[in-house]
């Protein structure tokens, strides 16, 4: 699985480049989307601030499970009204929100359940 650094924007660019926002976002847009486009925080930071990220979807019912975030066009009235809207916009904005919740909510395996763990025993549907 791809690694990004927190303290390293690059390397998040590298791997959720501004054309794959652009078009995730493009599609997160459309009425009704049934599936979302983004990235999945699948660790979170460790002492040198080396983390887990990937593209991934999940449907718009799914349940969540790892950090997943989908990217929108955070256009105002006037930003939509000009002929050719900037493609960076909300770029910057996603790649902060990348950072912050891998720093404040990444998955961590010693507090994640496992087998034997009372939390998920019984019955499953």
């Known amino acids: 699985?791809?690694?990004a650094n927190i303290r390293n924007r690059a390397s998040i660019e590298q791997?959720?480049?501004?054309?794959?926002f652009s078009r995730d976002a493009?599609?997160?847009?459309?009425?009704?989307?049934d599936v979302l486009h983004g990235v999945r925080v699948a660790?979170?930071?460790d002492q040198a601030g080396d983390f887990a990220l990937e593209r991934a979807t999940q449907h718009a019912g799914e349940a969540p499970g790892a950090?997943?975030?989908?990217?929108?066009?955070?256009?105002?009235?006037?930003d939509r009204a000009g002929a050719d809207p900037?493609?960076?916009?909300?770029?910057?904005a996603f790649l902060d929100e990348i950072i912050d919740n891998a720093q404040r909510r990444g998955y961590r395996r010693e507090t994640s359940p496992g087998?034997?763990?009372r939390r998920i025993r019984g019955l499953r549907q």
């Open 15 to 20: 791997i959720y480049p501004l054309d794959a």
């Open 86 to 92: 900037d493609p960076r916009h909300g770029y910057e």
């Open 43 to 45: 660790s979170a930071p």
């Open 115 to 117: 087998p034997g763990d």
């Open 1 to 3: 699985m791809p690694t």
């Open 26 to 33: 493009t599609e997160n847009d459309r009425p009704k989307a």
């Open 67 to 78: 950090i997943f975030l989908a990217p929108f066009h955070r256009a105002t009235a006037a």
